[in-house]
């Protein structure tokens, strides 16, 4: 028993729909068609955002939320990204520094890194560099392609 008379139950059902009510059936037919459109991997967040840029129009988040419920719409948890490089534990060297980065003399210790950088259009250079821990001084580096230990010219002398 709901108790609600029957009169006012016709009533209910013969009312028209509420301005709220009409939106928010708008709103569902454009979450839908954008969910949809990209694949099903948006969620709420970035409906939200492209609903904002794209329509001009602003909703509360919560409000987003509870369409996409009532929807049965979730996004799909993509999986993380393979590791491009997989490391080799055959190049690990004994830790005979132990942290300590200070040297009394010139080349009495000489550190090593590769790092990336970044130039055009997303593509990427290698950098590999020799430092003496003396003076900070680059004793020789090297610039390649491909991260890998062999490059292809051979180191460069510092010296400029």
Partial sequence: MSK???SGYYRY?????????LENEGLSEIIKKEFHAL??????RRIRILIERKYGKRY???RIKRLMRKLGLA??????R???TKPSYSN???NILDRDFTAKAPNQKWVTDVT??????????????VKDLYDGYIVSFEIGKHNNADFEEGFYDAKW
């Fill in 4 to 6: 609600v008379s029957r």
């Fill in 13 to 21: 059902l013969s009312a028209p729909k509420s301005k709220r009510c």
């Fill in 39 to 44: 694949k099903g991997i948006y969620g709420a």
């Fill in 60 to 62: 509360n988040l919560k």
């Fill in 75 to 80: 996004a799909s948890i993509r999986r993380k």
């Fill in 82 to 84: 393979k590791v491009c």
């Fill in 92 to 94: 690990y060297e004994e």
């Fill in 116 to 129: 990336y950088l970044e130039y055009g259009s997303g593509q990427k250079a290698y950098l590999s560099a």
